[in-house]
Structures are given as structure tokens and as C-alpha cells.
């Protein structure tokens, strides 16, 4: 199983970005999709949530300036990120949860990807 993240890159403050993340070599159901971010010299922290029934949820530093959403049908996940700030410049990761068992869940994470916010 593979997860390629993309869409990463420089962006002055208040633009925008829109990160993918696909997952490939797994035919099972998407249980949930996540975004997380790691600055440097920090640890990594959740940014936003999605459930397979589209409940989302987001960190307070980002709430409202950006939108989680997936594709289960295509297992991949999406990061739109909107009035951007030098703060948020970090290594974005996305992580994908699969259905493998009727209760169980596997979890795959991408290699990410860098989004530096110039000011």
C-alpha cells in the first residue's frame, strides 16, 4: 500500500494550497482520512479529521481556513488551505485508515509533504 501526498509548496502569507493524498494497492474501504503537520523542532500535530460518513473535524489554529475532505470511492483525501500564514509551514503527513477486518482497522501513513508560508 502506497500513499502519495502532493500539493505542497511555497506560497506567500494569505495565499492558498490544496493538498491530495492517494492511496494505491489496497482495495478495502476507507474508514477515515487525516492531515497532520510537523514543524521544525515541533512535534507533529493533528490538523484536520474526516469519518467515512463526512463528520470532520479540525485544530483551532486552523478552523476556518481550511477544508478537509475525501473521495472514498478513489481512497484519497484532500487538504484545501486558505489565508495561510508563515505559522503554518511544517510537513504535511496524511494517514488513511482502512476497513481490513469487520471491526478491525489498518492504518497507512504518506511520506509527506512540505508547505512553507513566506511573510
Known amino acids: 500500500v502506497q500513499l502519495q501526498a502532493s500539493g505542497g509548496g511555497l506560497v506567500q502569507a494569505g495565499g492558498s494550497l490544496r493538498l491530495s493524498c492517494a492511496a494505491s494497492g489496497i482495495s478495502a474501504s476507507v474508514a477515515y482520512m487525516a492531515w497532520f503537520r510537523q514543524a521544525p523542532g515541533k512535534e507533529r500535530e493533528l490538523v484536520a479529521t474526516?469519518?467515512?460518513?463526512?463528520?470532520?473535524n479540525y485544530a483551532d489554529s486552523v478552523k476556518g481556513r481550511f477544508l478537509i475532505s475525501g473521495d472514498n470511492a478513489k481512497s484519497t483525501a484532500f487538504l484545501q488551505m486558505n489565508s495561510l500564514k508563515p505559522e503554518d509551514t511544517a510537513i504535511y503527513y496524511c494517514?488513511?485508515?482502512?476497513?481490513?477486518?469487520?471491526?478491525?482497522?489498518?492504518?497507512?501513513w504518506g511520506r509527506g509533504t512540505q508547505v512553507t508560508v513566506s511573510s
Open positions: 474526516i469519518t467515512e460518513d463526512g463528520s470532520t
Open positions: 494517514k488513511l485508515e482502512f476497513w481490513t477486518g469487520i471491526v478491525s482497522r489498518t492504518a497507512y
